[in-house]
């Protein structure tokens, strides 16, 4: 495989842990609550489009939208009731309550479900190769990078210039300075909580061919998508963009030099990553 | 001149644009009853903080006993006999009260790390937290969580952890803030009853307080010193009446 | 409470009650009465241990790490790899090895994450044994790699007591001996002024520095030992099964010693001792024949311990006993 090819691959499976991480990113950076669970609702996400497709006969694009607004509202459900009433309890007690949850979820999709792999009917048009004029490449991989850098630019512009993405952009930076401002933090953080799931979603369904769909998904890829967050710096979308397809393009090319244990590697560079700058790419000096 | 136990020089302190310390020299005599007092936000705690360690200075130096410490840990600074008590309650909250004074008592004791004998076999730990949990009348309390006690009381034992550490000097911040009228003689008595010895630095706003302790006071605003003198002197300086007093003291 | 009432309680709360006997009493009775049962006993001893030794860090010290099957995992591979590449297969050296190189472990490790708190010490701790994991996978020419190293064979223990395969009599026995070794360590220094600093650490660190206490030695210390007595579990756990493989290492043995400890109480002696036995008791009933139903029930008891009852199944009791004495 030549260097594109490498260089392409890395970044489709980048694309993924960013549209899957940055939700968790930033509700992470805002609340400072440690959402291991988080890849749960990825999970979901691809399920809720496996299972439209296949029983509601759903066209790809529409399943993909339906799972965006059904895994967005369970997420803020589940905000609301459950995970506000963590926010001031200690780092243990927000761990056990998100393993716990994550375990819940694991369970209930295996007890519905099944504990079989599934696959996403990707549409027609995704299926086959496209030529970019140096070179030929899947279709579909190509779309992944194609969707990632829209969706960083769409988060981009949303934090840049709308007063929503600004009033998010101080609560991260200064919670109870930007509550004395005036700022909803609590419903914020629904809105974000809600949307950083959805989004993540969405990833779950769009990466089932790069990262798999099973029930194990959520507790799998936990350390990836905890890694991304940590080393893009907490509530930095930037951040994890760039720490994504870093360790996307990272992860592809060890995977393929050495299959068993390449991934050894992420590891002890995140651990010496994070231990010269613990505030991750982008994020603030604590 | 007798050589200060405390001194900084040129102290300073910026966040950014913002300086909320600015080129403080001050010095602390052992044995001194001094008060600093001014505005809210005039840089008080943070000052206290430069000097304790919990925050670097931008600039200039602290000086203890002679010793540059600008550069040492909170935790040595403490060893070398400095405590403090903090604005709002730094306490060991899942403890009670016995067991906060007993945790001080044994670190200065040097035993925090003793790992082969029982922690209820020394009898002097237990001694000295015993004595100083009865001179801050916190006895009928003493078995009881701290986040089962009323805000009041908590201050009090806020007190008790920095006497446990028998400082040379202590750095007590707002201590009177929070506890109820009724039971602020306690805290009075437990000032009073401090040894000679101790060089005594108080952050308030109780002017009644400040005024029947401090032999000296410092007056800070915007993170700079404005004045300093004795009470007497500072009450009737025209800036600082203007600056901060107002018309408190005609009462 | 009164002074005199608190004073005693300090005073006297490491002397050893009659009560404490119990479980070790009824340690031996199992051996006597389900001479049957002793392969999952061993078991449950191990993960007992593995449970205590967590409990230093976490329940006392405060430190939250999903990383400590590292040091579970670095004891197995070394009694592993000692026996299967050194023939060296004597029980009690092997584990002494094993607490030396899993304590050496936790000792460099903890010196270099302990540096950091929250969500990157949480991160560091994972990566760390991810990276550990990864590493035995990759070197499977001294680990075994994915399979392991299965049929390992070891020395009779004292020269005397040799390990059968099928009744685990002698393994039962050593394991209880080592684990009332490992308590009453854990005991000596939980009851120590070193121990209380630990609970004080845990509590509220910014004000363990204001007392002058040398915070990070104490953290790194205590990681060190409980590292040494999670390697002395992972030990045992490979000499008493004659194997060691992946699953020693990983998410899923740190999750479920964590959960084990939750459920049964942190920051007491004897959650350990509920947790293991109540969860590993459930498991082998429940999760062969039900296991998505098993992963739900414990998944929601985690939340509701989470949201409810956070000191575990010996809170509770404790929280019980507090409101009937105040009446």
Same mark, same amino acid.
């Given at each position: 495989m030549d260097l594109a090819s490498i260089l392409l691959g890395g970044l489709a499976s980048g694309m993924v842990l960013f549209v899957v991480s940055v939700g968790l990113s930033v509700t992470m950076g805002l609340m400072g609550f440690v959402n291991l669970a988080?890849?749960?609702?990825?999970?979901?996400?691809?399920?809720?489009?496996?299972?439209?497709?296949?029983?509601?006969?759903l066209p790809f694009f529409a399943a993909l939208a339906l799972a965006f607004l059904a895994v967005a509202a369970l997420a803020a459900l589940l905000e609301r009731t459950l995970y506000a009433r963590l926010y001031r309890a200690g780092e243990l007690d927000q761990v056990l309550f998100t393993i716990g949850l994550a375990f819940v979820m694991i369970a209930a999709v295996t007890l519905a479900i099944g504990p079989e792999s599934q696959t996403v009917a990707l549409p027609e048009w995704l299926r086959g190769q496209t030529d970019l004029g140096f070179l030929s490449y899947r279709s579909y991989s190509l779309a992944l990078i194609a969707f990632g850098a829209a969706l960083m630019l769409a988060l981009w512009l949303g934090f840049e210039r709308t007063r929503i993405g600004a009033q998010i952009r101080a609560a991260v930076d200064n919670r109870r300075m930007a509550q004395s401002l005036g700022v909803d933090v609590g419903r914020l953080f629904t809105l974000t909580f809600a949307l950083g799931s959805g989004l993540a979603a969405v990833g779950g369904a769009l990466g089932a061919e790069i990262l798999g769909l099973d029930p194990q998904y959520p507790l799998r890829y936990l350390v990836y998508f905890l890694i991304v967050v940590a080393v893009g710096g907490l509530g930095r979308v930037s951040g994890v963009f760039f720490a994504s397809l870093a360790i996307g393009v990272l992860d592809f090319v060890l995977k393929f030099n050495f299959p068993q244990g390449g991934t050894m590697f992420i590891y002890a560079l995140t651990l010496a990553f994070l231990l010269l700058r613990p505030q991750g790419l982008f994020g603030k000096r604590a | 001149m007798s050589a200060a136990l405390l001194r900084t020089e040129g102290l300073c302190r910026s966040f950014g644009a913002l300086e909320v310390a600015r080129d403080i020299d001050f010095r602390l005599e052992a044995g001194a009853r001094h008060a600093l007092i001014g505005p809210n936000g005039a840089g008080k705690t943070t000052f206290v903080n430069l000097l304790t360690g919990l925050l670097a200075p931008s600039g200039g130096r602290v000086l203890l006993d002679g010793e540059d410490v600008t550069r040492l840990a909170q935790a040595k600074r403490v060893k070398r006999g400095i405590a403090r008590t903090f604005q709002i309650n730094q306490l060991f909250r899942g403890l009670t009260v016995l067991e906060n004074v007993c945790l001080a008592v044994t670190e200065r004791l040097g035993a925090g790390g003793a790992m082969l004998t029982p922690a209820g076999r020394r009898a002097d730990v237990l001694a000295e937290a015993t004595r100083l949990v009865e001179l801050l009348h916190l006895g009928d309390d003493a078995g009881r969580r701290i986040d089962e006690l009323p805000y009041g009381r908590q201050r009090l034992v806020e007190i008790a952890i920095a006497l446990g550490l028998q400082p040379r000097l202590l750095l007590l911040d707002e201590p009177a803030a929070g506890i109820p009228s009724a039971e602020s003689h306690i805290l009075l008595e437990a000032i009073g009853a401090l040894p000679r010895g101790i060089a005594v630095l108080i952050i308030e706003h109780d002017m009644d307080l400040v005024f029947r302790f401090a032999e000296r006071i410092t007056v800070m605003v915007s993170g700079a010193i404005y004045a300093e003198g004795t009470p007497a002197g500072i009450a009737a300086n025209r800036d600082v009446r203007a600056v901060y007093l107002g018309d408190a003291l005609d009462a | 409470m009164s002074l005199r009432a608190a004073t005693l309680e300090y005073a006297t709360r490491h002397r050893l009650r009659a009560w404490e006997a119990l479980p070790w009493a009824a340690g031996l009775a199992v051996f006597f009465l389900f001479p049957n049962h002793l392969a999952f006993g061993t078991q449950v001893l191990i993960m007992i241990l593995f449970a205590l030794s967590l409990d230093l860090v976490l329940g006392y010290a405060g430190i939250v790490t999903l990383g400590h099957a590292a040091f579970f995992g670095a004891g197995a591979y070394t009694v592993g790899m000692l026996a299967a590449h050194a023939g060296w297969s !004597?029980?009690?050296?092997?584990?002494?090895?094993?607490?030396?190189?899993?304590?050496?472990l936790g000792l460099a490790s903890g010196w270099i994450v302990l540096r950091t708190h929250g969500l990157t010490l949480l991160m560091l701790t994972l990566c760390t044994m991810a990276l550990l994991e990864q590493a035995a996978n990759m070197g499977a020419a001294w680990t075994g790699g994915f399979d392991g190293m299965p049929g390992l064979e070891f020395q009779p223990l004292l020269g005397r007591f040799e390990f059968d395969v099928l009744y685990f009599r002698s393994q039962y026995l050593y394991a209880l001996a080592v684990l009332l070794g490992g308590f009453l360590l854990v005991r000596m220094l939980v009851h120590s002024s070193f121990g209380r600093s630990l609970t004080g650490i845990r509590e509220n660190l910014l004000r363990m520095h204001a007392i002058g206490a040398p915070v990070r030695a104490r953290q790194v210390l205590v990681y060190a030992i409980s590292a040494a007595l999670a390697g002395v579990a992972g030990g045992l756990f490979t000499q008493a099964n004659g194997f060691v493989?992946?699953?020693?290492?990983?998410?899923?043995?740190?999750?479920?010693?964590?959960?084990?400890?939750?459920?049964?109480?942190?920051?007491?002696?004897?959650?350990?001792?509920?947790?293991?036995?109540?969860?590993?008791?459930? !498991?082998?009933?429940?999760?062969?024949?039900?296991?998505?139903?098993?992963?739900?029930?414990?998944?929601?008891?985690?939340?509701?311990?989470?949201?409810?009852?956070?000191?575990?199944v010996l809170g509770l009791a404790d929280g019980l006993r507090r409101r009937g004495g105040a009446r």
């Amino acid at each position: 495989m030549d260097l594109a090819s490498i260089l392409l691959g890395g970044l489709a499976s980048g694309m993924v842990l960013f549209v899957v991480s940055v939700g968790l990113s930033v509700t992470m950076g805002l609340m400072g609550f440690v959402n291991l669970a988080h890849g749960g609702f990825a999970m979901l996400g691809g399920y809720a489009v496996v299972l439209a497709m296949r029983h509601w006969g759903l066209p790809f694009f529409a399943a993909l939208a339906l799972a965006f607004l059904a895994v967005a509202a369970l997420a803020a459900l589940l905000e609301r009731t459950l995970y506000a009433r963590l926010y001031r309890a200690g780092e243990l007690d927000q761990v056990l309550f998100t393993i716990g949850l994550a375990f819940v979820m694991i369970a209930a999709v295996t007890l519905a479900i099944g504990p079989e792999s599934q696959t996403v009917a990707l549409p027609e048009w995704l299926r086959g190769q496209t030529d970019l004029g140096f070179l030929s490449y899947r279709s579909y991989s190509l779309a992944l990078i194609a969707f990632g850098a829209a969706l960083m630019l769409a988060l981009w512009l949303g934090f840049e210039r709308t007063r929503i993405g600004a009033q998010i952009r101080a609560a991260v930076d200064n919670r109870r300075m930007a509550q004395s401002l005036g700022v909803d933090v609590g419903r914020l953080f629904t809105l974000t909580f809600a949307l950083g799931s959805g989004l993540a979603a969405v990833g779950g369904a769009l990466g089932a061919e790069i990262l798999g769909l099973d029930p194990q998904y959520p507790l799998r890829y936990l350390v990836y998508f905890l890694i991304v967050v940590a080393v893009g710096g907490l509530g930095r979308v930037s951040g994890v963009f760039f720490a994504s397809l870093a360790i996307g393009v990272l992860d592809f090319v060890l995977k393929f030099n050495f299959p068993q244990g390449g991934t050894m590697f992420i590891y002890a560079l995140t651990l010496a990553f994070l231990l010269l700058r613990p505030q991750g790419l982008f994020g603030k000096r604590a | 001149m007798s050589a200060a136990l405390l001194r900084t020089e040129g102290l300073c302190r910026s966040f950014g644009a913002l300086e909320v310390a600015r080129d403080i020299d001050f010095r602390l005599e052992a044995g001194a009853r001094h008060a600093l007092i001014g505005p809210n936000g005039a840089g008080k705690t943070t000052f206290v903080n430069l000097l304790t360690g919990l925050l670097a200075p931008s600039g200039g130096r602290v000086l203890l006993d002679g010793e540059d410490v600008t550069r040492l840990a909170q935790a040595k600074r403490v060893k070398r006999g400095i405590a403090r008590t903090f604005q709002i309650n730094q306490l060991f909250r899942g403890l009670t009260v016995l067991e906060n004074v007993c945790l001080a008592v044994t670190e200065r004791l040097g035993a925090g790390g003793a790992m082969l004998t029982p922690a209820g076999r020394r009898a002097d730990v237990l001694a000295e937290a015993t004595r100083l949990v009865e001179l801050l009348h916190l006895g009928d309390d003493a078995g009881r969580r701290i986040d089962e006690l009323p805000y009041g009381r908590q201050r009090l034992v806020e007190i008790a952890i920095a006497l446990g550490l028998q400082p040379r000097l202590l750095l007590l911040d707002e201590p009177a803030a929070g506890i109820p009228s009724a039971e602020s003689h306690i805290l009075l008595e437990a000032i009073g009853a401090l040894p000679r010895g101790i060089a005594v630095l108080i952050i308030e706003h109780d002017m009644d307080l400040v005024f029947r302790f401090a032999e000296r006071i410092t007056v800070m605003v915007s993170g700079a010193i404005y004045a300093e003198g004795t009470p007497a002197g500072i009450a009737a300086n025209r800036d600082v009446r203007a600056v901060y007093l107002g018309d408190a003291l005609d009462a | 409470m009164s002074l005199r009432a608190a004073t005693l309680e300090y005073a006297t709360r490491h002397r050893l009650r009659a009560w404490e006997a119990l479980p070790w009493a009824a340690g031996l009775a199992v051996f006597f009465l389900f001479p049957n049962h002793l392969a999952f006993g061993t078991q449950v001893l191990i993960m007992i241990l593995f449970a205590l030794s967590l409990d230093l860090v976490l329940g006392y010290a405060g430190i939250v790490t999903l990383g400590h099957a590292a040091f579970f995992g670095a004891g197995a591979y070394t009694v592993g790899m000692l026996a299967a590449h050194a023939g060296w297969s !004597e029980p009690l050296s092997g584990l002494a090895a094993a607490a030396l190189v899993a304590g050496a472990l936790g000792l460099a490790s903890g010196w270099i994450v302990l540096r950091t708190h929250g969500l990157t010490l949480l991160m560091l701790t994972l990566c760390t044994m991810a990276l550990l994991e990864q590493a035995a996978n990759m070197g499977a020419a001294w680990t075994g790699g994915f399979d392991g190293m299965p049929g390992l064979e070891f020395q009779p223990l004292l020269g005397r007591f040799e390990f059968d395969v099928l009744y685990f009599r002698s393994q039962y026995l050593y394991a209880l001996a080592v684990l009332l070794g490992g308590f009453l360590l854990v005991r000596m220094l939980v009851h120590s002024s070193f121990g209380r600093s630990l609970t004080g650490i845990r509590e509220n660190l910014l004000r363990m520095h204001a007392i002058g206490a040398p915070v990070r030695a104490r953290q790194v210390l205590v990681y060190a030992i409980s590292a040494a007595l999670a390697g002395v579990a992972g030990g045992l756990f490979t000499q008493a099964n004659g194997f060691v493989n992946l699953a020693v290492l990983g998410l899923d043995r740190s999750a479920g010693v964590l959960i084990i400890l939750i459920l049964g109480g942190y920051g007491r002696l004897y959650g350990a001792f509920v947790g293991a036995i109540a969860y590993l008791v459930l !498991e082998h009933t429940l999760a062969k024949a039900y296991p998505s139903a098993w992963q739900l029930g414990i998944g929601l008891a985690l939340v509701l311990v989470a949201l409810y009852a956070r000191n575990g199944v010996l809170g509770l009791a404790d929280g019980l006993r507090r409101r009937g004495g105040a009446r």
